[in-house]
Structures are given as structure tokens and as C-alpha cells.
């Protein structure tokens, strides 16, 4: 079966612009996860969707960004008035139901770039 | 909260030769461990994982690794290096300290493979 996609897969925009990432997790799988890799900060998780809730959204970096998932299934990560730190590849994953133990696994990332 | 220390950013290997890439974690509670691997330009994928079971896991692409509880310690080994394993590899703790899972990577080590 198809694996998670996002999209774009590249994203170049201005300072201060709004942009919208898209992904879209493996079919029946419950856990959705957002994490950030930039080169200053590594990997780090932003935040965490079981069906369309996410119980704790203190992941995000600022009140700039904001997550949503709709219908279980395809999530959106909105990004408002971007800065030049908003830069790096942003990563979804999902798991079947969100259990320690069991794999997440990812899609291939969106490449931002703010000018 | 649980964590992972990779030790050497770079590791530089002969094609041929034996492959050591070491983790250390932190965990007040028996950890479930992970090793990710991102090819250039790719997205992550799961090389192996431990949840408990057998102490020694194997692994895709001849990869394996050993969890060490004495010495915390969950190190990927390969006994016989292939250009095709460069690339950036990532220990992995999945930590329920937030009430529910998510991924807190290690910092990543680049596996450089000359012929």
C-alpha cells in the first residue's frame, strides 16, 4: 500500500508569508505526527494527532504555527508570517494507533525556505 | 523524559570494513529503542527496532544491534560495509514521558563509506 506523502515536496516563500503543509498518512492508521529537522535544532517533534485531536500542542515552536487533521485521516500544518528560523524540512509520520512500541513511519518531508 | 546520545557526528568507514555506529540512552523506565536511517534527499526509514524481546535485534541491509542494559547502551553494528550504507543514521528512544508517544531523536551520525 501507498506509504505517508506530503506535499509540496519544496516550498520557497517570502518572509512573512503564510504557508500550508500537507500530509497524507498511511490508510487506518490513527497516530498522526509532525516533527522538524533543521541543522541548528536536529529532530524534534511539534505535534501529535490520535483521529482529529491533539491533546497537547506545547510541541509547537510558536503561536505562529498551528496543526489540524480533518475526517482522521489528512493533516495540515499552517504556518503564519514566516521568519528566516521557520526554515528546514518538516516531517509527518503516522503509526497504526499511536502505541510506544510500534513504528512510525514517515513521509518523505517538506523542504521550506524563507527569504 | 527519556533520551539518546550519539557519539561522533561522522563516522568514516572502508567499503568492507566493520560498521560501529554508538547510542547511549537515558531512561528511568525500560526504554523502546529505534535505528533510523535517511539516505540523501530521502525521508527516514526504520532499520531495526527494540521492544523488549530479544536482546539482539537484526535488522534490513545486514544492520543489527545489541541492547546492552548493564551498560545503556544500544549500538548498530554491520559486520561488512557497502557504499551503498552512506548516509545519516539516527538512535532513537520512544518516550511516553508526555502521556503519549513520540520519537526524540539522537543528534545523527554520517556514515561516510570509501572504496
Known amino acids: 500500500g501507498a506509504g505517508v506523502s506530503q506535499s509540496p515536496s519544496n516550498k520557497v516563500t517570502e518572509k512573512g508569508k503564510d504557508v500550508e503543509l500537507r500530509c497524507d498518512p498511511i490508510?487506518?492508521?490513527?497516530?498522526l505526527y509532525w516533527y522538524r529537522q533543521s541543522l541548528g535544532q536536529g529532530l524534534e517533534f511539534l505535534i501529535y494527532?490520535?483521529?482529529?485531536?491533539?491533546?497537547?500542542k506545547s510541541g509547537l515552536p510558536s503561536d505562529r504555527f498551528s496543526a489540524e487533521r480533518t475526517g482522521g485521516s489528512v493533516s495540515t500544518l499552517t504556518i503564519q508570517r514566516t521568519q528566516q528560523e521557520d526554515s528546514a524540512v518538516y516531517l509527518c509520520?503516522?503509526?497504526?494507533?499511536?502505541?510506544?512500541?510500534?513504528?512510525?513511519?514517515f513521509g518523505p518531508g517538506t523542504r521550506l525556505l524563507v527569504l | 523524559a527519556q533520551s539518546v546520545t550519539q557519539l561522533g557526528s561522522h563516522v568514516s568507514v572502508s567499503e568492507g570494513a566493520l560498521v560501529l555506529l554508538r547510542c547511549n540512552y537515558s531512561s528511568s523506565v525500560p526504554p523502546y529503542l529505534f535505528w533510523y536511517v535517511q539516505y540523501p534527499n530521502q525521508g527516514l526509514q526504520l532499520l531495526l527496532k527494540?521492544?523488549?524481546?530479544?536482546?539482539l535485534v537484526k535488522g534490513i541491509n545486514g544492520f543489527e544491534a545489541e541492547f546492552k542494559k548493564s551498560e545503556t547502551s544500544f549500538h548498530l553494528t554491520k559486520p561488512s560495509a557497502h557504499m551503498s550504507d552512506a548516509a545519516e543514521y539516527f538512535c532513537v528512544v520512544s518516550d511516553i514521558s508526555a502521556g503519549y508517544s513520540t520519537l526524540t531523536f539522537g543528534k545523527g551520525t554520517m556514515l561516510l563509506v570509501s572504496p
Open positions: 527494540y521492544t523488549s524481546a530479544a536482546t
Open positions: 490508510s487506518g492508521h490513527t497516530a
Open positions: 494527532f490520535q483521529g482529529n485531536s491533539a491533546p497537547d
Open positions: 509520520a503516522s503509526s497504526l494507533r499511536g502505541g510506544q512500541r510500534e513504528t512510525q513511519y
